[in-house]
């Protein structure tokens, strides 16, 4: 209807328009029988239909996977080898089981002996009520006694109902009507509303009376309400009771924002509630205008205001108040048949003796007098050693120490030990201090001597942990090989941030990159001076010879200097720590002995470990040299050569990429193999290599000259060669770093005038910071424009080899 | 108590004056019983801290404490792989350090009897075990050659330090306050300074199978595959005593000096046991315990003159003249 009226009229429509009722209701019959599907509280399946399983079919229902049940987990019972699992048929049973309507619901129920919630008897119910309102915010377990209750009643409760009892009646002996009317007045008190009219004067008591006529008529007694006694388990006073919460919570002395009129009368007229137009079936909601008066409160500390209102906190529930407890009272001869009432309680009165009487001459502090008696004689006995009786502060000045430990009390416990040497004569004691004063007097002049001289020293420099000149990773660079002395030093310190107190005006990315750089080289010269250490001993051991002179001396009985050695050792900081000994060298960084270290190269494994990159990046700088060497050194250089242009070529990868990675570090590698393996692939940097030392002729031949001067032993393992000879440039560092500067620099001014002569577009290069490598590629473009057909021959070979890997 | 004869002092004047009296040494020279220890071999017994319980190192892979007054096995321990070498019992006597021929050195809790920490890095069989003075560190001696320091404080399974300066295998450990006495099978007892930060080593030039300190700590006791005990002075090396007469030349036999220090007793190779005065340096007992049996291992009570000596499969108690078994077993 709207659709259409829409259309026609130009009214604004604000708003969605609601669903059409009819569609939202008919929506679920709109869907067949057959395609509604039952599920339970988490979506899955339930009924499949009768002929695929019925009920609770698949696998999701019953067992734990499709392939049926989940195997239950390999669990090593090493640790706990005690524990033996147990199945219950909990194990078994799905959530639903478990849940309320289940086969075994969870829920907290009462045991058979006991029924909950149903069958409370009359009395409880009472008991219920007067508990409620006592009823304090600890919920005692009156309540919870209240709701279960024993299915079967006890013996008590049983003979009594032989006897005729039932529930709800007194115990005791039938009483008449006036004594009932006695009883029970108070209740009858509030007397029901008559309709109709009935004689004034007359309760409706009579009124049964008169139905029953003459007939005399017996009453059960009034029920007693059982005492309840509670034990005490608190630590509150006698008569405090808890915060009772429905008094306490809510205020139901609000003021009512009522209306209160007057009628002319004079009579009030009070309309309650919150409005007129609340009515008669509405809720009535929260009286919103009441207004919450400070009388409300208790502000003032006053006596008593009103008992029946302090929630009970402090004040001890009103005892004046009448609380009367009934005693149950039978006359004696109203016994129930077969019954015989008790005495009337007796208390058993407790005997109490007097105290027995103390001779005279007790005295109560006899086993102290006693005590002190011993000690005084003990303190005597033992101070008879020093035989003056002064004051302890100034004997202990002249005191041994022997008997200051008697004094102490070592002599009276059993006697520890005694010296050794309190066995050995004195002459042989004499001889033993000469020999510990002089030892030189005595005839051995060994080198030895010098040892212990050594050992007084305060502290030796710290040494570095391997050859320093074996090992400069960073030699090109004095101000990074000096930041990473600090930080080997800092490693072997044991501190914790090795890179932290070394001083350098890098940026923070380089700072991060160099302590990335330097952990990793750190790591493998440890790991490669450890194994090297254990791998490697002298050929001829110095002990050897002296050792089989020990030997004689040992066997002829003598020991003393000469068998004896005497080396610095150096305890592990940590060591010390747990031995509560101070750290003999605080600042060394040596652990162990400080052993030489074995003369092994270092450079020449470093290709097994990560760092090969950093030291790859230096042996840029003397690579050119090197090839001269290569040259000069011996004829069968050309493997030499090849393994050189490969890192080169690594070389140049780096440059252009700039960061490490690990995939290069691999790549680094393979070169390697390749150079060692694949004996003659590339023959093609080979070339390069010619052209390169073509080209740098002039600058290099000076370098040539200094080379010659080093002497290399012309037979050397090919592998290991180039690096070799790298490393004992080094072994000049001030030498070599100074006169390497000047070609580079030449290089460098070279390649600028190539620069401006080949006129290159785009954007300018970055600065020409690794001058050989720079040179090398664009010495491989000219060489390969001028050359082409020299080197034709040479390039299909290349291909040639190309094809076969 | 009241027999026991008070040393002469330290001073060396006060020594000269009158030679102490002679009293009869309280030696553990009876025998009171024997425990079987049904774990084969036993590879070596140990007191505990205080002395009431005593640790057996069995063949069987296993550790077995001892109530050794009792007779009564209180707790067997499993865990290491091959048979145990050595054990050691921490100062509360709440953890135990044991090692054994699987490379590894243990670090149990004694009420639980689980391990706490297995360390491994030694090379080869551990020989020798021990807890320094505040049971922090747990020393290890192996056919390595090396000693090394583990840290019972941290999870770290690394040791803090290796000393491997021995050539030979190490056959015995010790540590005091801030010593570590090691001997070796390359014939050098190696003693480690902490305080001073020094290796002193002494060429006794035979294998050594066992080295230990005087209770003052200035002497070292050793005895070495020549069928020889020797008694050196800490500071200065010299030898101060010698003894012989028992048969060492073949296996591992431990010595020990007594409670008072004032004999030194050894196993044998003979099947007995030898105890020699410290200074005469001539055999004052000779205790028969089985006939061609090696006595290897012996330990002396910390506080009492009772000894125990491991034979074969079994452990053997002495005490001296004065010692009376407790109530409850009498």
């Not at chain 1, 000259?705 to 180039?722: D, G, Q, R």
């Amino acid at each position: 209807i709207m659709s259409d009226s829409d259309d026609d009229h130009p009214f604004a429509k604000y708003g969605n328009a609601l669903k059409d009722l009819e569609e939202a209701t008919s929506k679920p019959s709109s869907i067949p029988i057959h395609e509604q599907t039952v599920t339970d509280e988490q979506g899955r399946r339930r009924f499949h239909g009768a002929f695929t399983g019925g009920f609770s079919a698949g696998y999701y229902n019953s067992v734990g996977s499709k392939d049926g049940w989940t195997p239950s987990e390999f669990k090593s019972t090493r640790s706990n080898k005690t524990g033996k699992k147990t199945f219950t048929p909990h194990d078994f049973m799905d959530t639903e089981d478990v849940s309320d309507f289940g086969i075994a619901p969870t829920l907290l129920q009462a045991k058979q002996n006991f029924q909950h919630g149903q069958k409370r008897n009359l009395i409880n119910e009472r008991q219920l009520q007067v508990e409620e309102k006592k009823m304090t915010l600890s919920l005692g377990t009156e309540l919870l006694e209240s709701l279960i209750v024993p299915t079967r009643s006890n013996i008590g409760k049983q003979l009594l109902c032989k006897l005729g009892w039932k529930e709800g009646q007194g115990i005791g002996p039938r009483v008449d009507r006036a004594r009932y009317q006695e009883e029970n007045e108070d209740e009858i008190k509030e007397q029901p509303k008559v309709y109709g009219c009935y004689i004034p004067g007359r309760s409706i008591q009579s009124s049964i009376e008169d139905t029953f006529g003459q007939e005399p008529i017996t009453f059960a007694p009034k029920d007693q309400m059982p005492v309840k006694i509670i034990a005490k388990a608190d630590l509150h006073g006698l008569g405090y009771s808890g915060i009772n919460p429905t008094n306490a919570l809510f205020i139901k002395q609000k003021k009512s924002s009522g209306v209160e009129a007057r009628m002319k009368s004079g009579s009030k007229l009070s309309i309650k509630g919150q409005a007129f137009g609340v009515g008669a079936y509405e809720e009535e909601d929260e009286d919103i205008y009441s207004m919450d008066t400070m009388e409300n409160y208790d502000r003032v500390l006053t006596a008593e205001a009103n008992p029946q209102d302090s929630y009970g906190w402090t004040k001890p529930k009103a005892i004046a108040s009448s609380h009367k407890v009934e005693a149950i009272e039978f006359n004696k001869n109203e016994a129930i048949t077969g019954f015989i009432p008790a005495e009337k309680k007796k208390f058993v009165e407790r005997k109490c003796y007097s105290a027995p009487k103390l001779p005279p001459d007790f005295d109560c502090n006899r086993r102290l007098k006693l005590q002190h008696e011993v000690n005084r004689i003990n303190e005597m006995h033992l101070s008879q050693p020093g035989n003056f009786h002064v004051p302890a502060a100034v004997t202990t000045a002249h005191l041994t120490a022997k008997e200051r430990k008697t004094m102490l009390g070592n002599a009276n416990s059993k006697e520890k030990y005694v010296s050794v040497f309190d066995f050995i004569s004195p002459d042989d004691r004499n001889r033993m201090e000469m020999a510990k004063k002089k030892p030189t007097e005595l005839g051995f002049t060994a080198g030895k001597n010098e040892e212990p001289e050594k050992l007084s020293k305060p502290e030796r420099p710290t040494a570095p942990l391997v050859d320093p000149k074996s090992l400069r990773p960073f030699n090109n660079n004095p101000e990074k090989q000096r930041r990473y002395e600090q930080y080997e030093r800092a490693v072997r310190q044991r501190k914790t941030d090795p890179y932290l107190g070394i001083d350098s005006d890098l940026t923070e990315w380089e700072r991060n990159h160099e302590r990335h750089e330097f952990s990793q080289l750190a790591q493998v010269y440890s790991h490669l001076t450890s194994s090297m250490k254990s791998k490697f001993t002298k050929a001829t051991d110095e002990e050897q010879e002296l050792t089989t002179a020990v030997k004689k001396e040992s066997s002829k009985h003598v020991f003393g200097i000469m068998t004896r050695d005497r080396i610095e050792w150096h305890p592990d900081p940590l060591l010390c720590k747990r031995f509560n000994v101070p750290d003999p060298f605080p600042k060394s960084d040596v652990v162990g002995i400080a052993k030489a270290v074995p003369n092994f190269d270092l450079p020449s494994l470093k290709h097994q470990g990560p760092a090969e990159r950093p030291i790859l990046e230096d042996s840029e700088l003397p690579q050119n040299m090197l090839k001269e060497m290569q040259k000069v050194s011996s004829g069968s250089a050309s493997n030499e050569i090849k393994k050189n242009n490969d890192l080169s070529e690594v070389q140049s990868t780096k440059d252009n990429e700039n960061d490490e990675t690990a995939e290069e570090e691999e790549r680094a590698s393979m070169d390697l193999f390749k150079s060692i393996f694949a004996a003659s692939s590339d023959e093609e940097s080979d070339d390069e290599n010619e052209e390169q030392e073509d080209d740098l002729e002039e600058p290099e031949k000076q370098k040539v000259e200094k080379v010659e001067n080093l002497s290399f032993p012309p037979s050397m393992p090919h592998v290991f060669t180039p690096v070799n000879k790298k490393l004992s440039i080094n072994e000049e560092p001030q030498q070599s770093t100074s006169d390497l500067l000047k070609p580079k620099e030449s290089l460098a001014s070279q390649e600028k005038n190539e620069e401006k002569e080949e006129d290159l577009f785009g954007p300018a290069l970055p600065p020409p910071r690794k001058a050989g490598t720079l040179n090398s590629s664009k010495n491989d473009d000219s060489f390969s424009k001028r050359h082409k057909e020299k080197h034709k021959s040479h390039k299909s070979h290349k291909k040639s080899s190309k094809h076969k890997k | 108590m009241f027999g026991v004869v008070e040393g002469p002092a330290n001073r060396p004047d006060a020594k000269e004056e009158k030679a102490p009296p002679k009293a009869k040494p309280r030696l553990p020279a009876n025998l009171i019983h024997f425990i079987d220890c049904n774990q084969g071999a036993v590879r070596a017994v140990r007191f505990n801290g205080d002395g009431n319980y005593c640790l057996t190192c069995g063949n069987d892979k296993s550790i077995k404490l001892w109530n050794p007054e009792k007779q009564m096995l209180i707790k067997k321990y499993t865990g290491h792989g091959y048979d145990v070498l050595d054990a050691a019992s921490s100062n509360d006597n709440c953890q135990i350090a044991s090692c054994g021929s699987d490379k590894s050195v243990m670090y149990w809790d004694v009420a639980s009897g689980q391990i706490i920490r297995r360390f491994r890095g030694h090379a080869g069989r551990v020989n020798c075990v021990q807890f320094n003075e505040e049971s922090t560190v747990i020393l290890s001696g192996s056919v390595d050659s090396s000693i090394r320091a583990w840290d019972c404080r941290s999870k770290k399974g690394s040791a803090i330090q290796i000393m491997d300066e021995a050539k030979d295998s190490i056959s015995a450990l010790q540590v005091s306050d801030h010593e570590i006495l090691s001997g070796s099978i390359d014939g050098k007892i190696r003693r480690y300074d902490l305080r001073i930060g020094s290796m002193h080593s002494d060429n006794i030039g035979s294998a050594i199978t066992s080295t230990c300190f005087t209770k003052d700590g200035q002497c070292t006791l050793t005895s070495t595959h020549d069928n020889t005990i020797r008694l050196l002075d800490v500071a200065t090396g010299e030898m101060l005593g010698e003894y012989m007469g028992h048969k060492n030349a073949k296996y591992m036999i431990e010595c020990a000096l007594n409670r008072k220090d004032d004999h030194v007793i050894s196993g044998s190779e003979d099947g007995h046991i030898y105890m020699w005065d410290l200074v005469e340096a001539s055999v004052t007992k000779k205790l028969l315990v089985k006939r061609n049996k090696v006595i290897h291992s012996l330990s002396m009570h910390p506080e009492k003159d009772v000894m125990l000596v491991a034979c074969e499969n079994k452990i053997y108690m002495f005490a001296d003249d004065f010692y009376e078994l407790p109530d409850n077993i009498a």
